[in-house]
C-alpha cells in the first residue's frame, strides 16, 4: 500500500531487519548475524571517521509491491556527500541521509555522525590486539586489521590505509582483500617499523624478523 505526504511516500513494511531507517522501511545491512563483521560494516553502527567511506546496503523489505529503485541523498554535503553509492566523510558533525525512489519519493532517513580520528590501533584478525612490536620468522606472515578511534568510541569507514615499512626489502606489506588489511610477509632477518596512515591519523609497529 502507498500513500503520498508531499514528496514523502510512505510504504507499509514487512518486519524490517538490520540497522531500520528512521521510518522502519529501509534497513542498512540487511539481517547481521553477531559475528558477521563484513555485513555490519554495510550499516553506519557508530560514526564515520572524518577521511573515510562506507557502502551501505539497503535493504527495502515491503509489503504489497516490488523493490523500489533507491538513492542516497546526504542533508549536508559538507559534512557527509554521497559519492558513487558511498557514504563520505568530509568534516565533523550530523548529517540526515534520505532514501528515496528513482521519482524522488523519499521512502526512509537517517542520521549519521562524523567524527575525527584521535588514535588508531592495531588487531591481529581474530581480533587479538596488537599491544608491542612483533617477532616472525623469515617465511612467516601476520595480518593486521587497523581501527579507527574517537576517544574511547570506536568508528567506521574504509579509509583507504597507506602501509610503510622503515626498511625496505625486510618484509612485503601484501593485499589481503580489504582496502584497509594488510598481510606483513618476513622476508630476510633484521628490524624495522611499519608506518600505518588511515584517514586523519597515523600508528606504528615494530618488527623484529629472525633467521
Do not use: Y
Amino acid at each position: 500500500m502507498r500513500i503520498h505526504f508531499g514528496s514523502i511516500l510512505v510504504l507499509v513494511p514487512l518486519g524490517a531487519c538490520g540497522t531500520s531507517g528512521a521510518m522502519h522501511q529501509v534497513s542498512f545491512g540487511g539481517a547481521c548475524a553477531a559475528d558477521d563483521v563484513a555485513c555490519a560494516r554495510k550499516a553506519p553502527l557508530a560514526p564515520l571517521a572524518i577521511g573515510t567511506r562506507l557502502f551501505p546496503d539497503l535493504v527495502a523489505d515491503l509489503a504489497g509491491t516490488s523493490t523500489p529503485n533507491l538513492r542516497l541523498e546526504s542533508a549536508d554535503p559538507g559534512v557527509l556527500a554521497v559519492e558513487d553509492g558511498a557514504l563520505v566523510a568530509k568534516a565533523a558533525g550530523t548529517s540526515a541521509v534520505l532514501i528515496s525512489t528513482d521519482d524522488g519519493s523519499v521512502v526512509d532517513f537517517v542520521h549519521v555522525w562524523v567524527a575525527p580520528v584521535t588514535k588508531v590501533t592495531l588487531a591481529r584478525r581474530d581480533g587479538d590486539r596488537i599491544a608491542g612490536p612483533i617477532g616472525l620468522a623469515v617465511g612467516e606472515d601476520v595480518t593486521l586489521v587497523p581501527t579507527l578511534w574517537n576517544g574511547p568510541q570506536r568508528l567506521m569507514g574504509d579509509g583507504g590505509a597507506h602501509w610503510t615499512a622503515s626498511s625496505g626489502g625486510l618484509v612485503a606489506i601484501l593485499p589481503d582483500g580489504s582496502a584497509d588489511r594488510r598481510r606483513l610477509r618476513a622476508l630476510t632477518p633484521g628490524t624495522t617499523t611499519v608506518t600505518i596512515a588511515l584517514a586523519t591519523a597515523t600508528t606504528t609497529v615494530d618488527l623484529e624478523v629472525i633467521q
